[in-house]
């Protein structure tokens, strides 16, 4: 039996109670109405989300987010689950993300190496954590909020990065815990 996405969508909002941008739309299953119409996002945006998806979550022991396609999940959920205002913010972020990555460092962030790209995200996160969240980057929680229910509702990070038991699967309330078990997927 395949993964249910949609399911596992809800079942993890549900667990983040609810906080995520968008999480309206998946719990009541009704989208905005205050949309930006064509909104559109060309493989280059999408290959450039897939590489922020791939910082936040890289290819290890387990495959990255690259490798499950966060990038096309991030455009999908933006159109369908985000307002006029959430989108607006998102796609601003992702363009002053490039811009001022290339003022700032020297250097175009898909040709970057791994470690310039997470020192200038952990940055952003800080700069939003530490300041003022009304004026901070508030896409940078955009972008790892998406990239982390993409990669863990997604096959290979409910398959290779967690542990995926089919359901309907038999009941073990007193399971052993060996230190160092990945946590079970949705």
Known sequence: MAI??????????????GTMIGANVILTGCAPEDRIEGLEFSEEDIAYMDEIGETIIPTTDTPGAKEAGVGSFMVVMVKETYNQEQQETFVNGLN???????????????????????????????ELRSGDSENGPKYIS????????????????????????ETPGKYDGCMDYKKGDRAFAL
């Open 4 to 17: 249910n996405r949609r399911e596992a969508l809800k079942s993890m909002v549900l667990m983040m109670g």
């Open 96 to 126: 002053s993300l490039k811009k001022n990555f290339k003022s700032e460092i020297g250097v175009a962030f898909m040709d970057a190496s791994h470690e310039q790209r997470l020192n200038y995200l952990n940055s952003l996160n800080e």
């Open 142 to 165: 955009m972008l790892k909020d998406l990239t982390v229910l993409g990669y863990f509702t997604s096959e290979i990070g409910a398959t290779q990065a967690l542990r995926y038991v």
